[in-house]
């Protein structure tokens, strides 16, 4: 039997979602041990003049706890 903890990180990227939820999976990946997936819980923009200037993502990381 394993037991897995949740944990919500934001990250983002000037690019797109996709980049700013590799981000973040990679970083979370650093300091979690057993990282077993991720859900984007949310997606946002910051524009500036006019235009998207970065991407953010807000997610749920899973990893499962050693014994």
Do not use: H
């Amino acid at each position: 039997m394993s037991v897995a903890r949740v944990t919500e990180i934001t990250s983002s990227s000037p690019k797109n979602f996709e980049d700013a939820i590799n981000a973040g999976v990679e970083r979370a990946n650093k300091t979690l041990q057993n990282v077993k997936g991720a859900w984007i819980k949310e997606q946002k923009v910051v524009v500036e003049g006019g235009k998207i200037v970065e991407y953010r993502v807000t997610m749920k990381v899973t990893f499962v706890l050693k014994d």
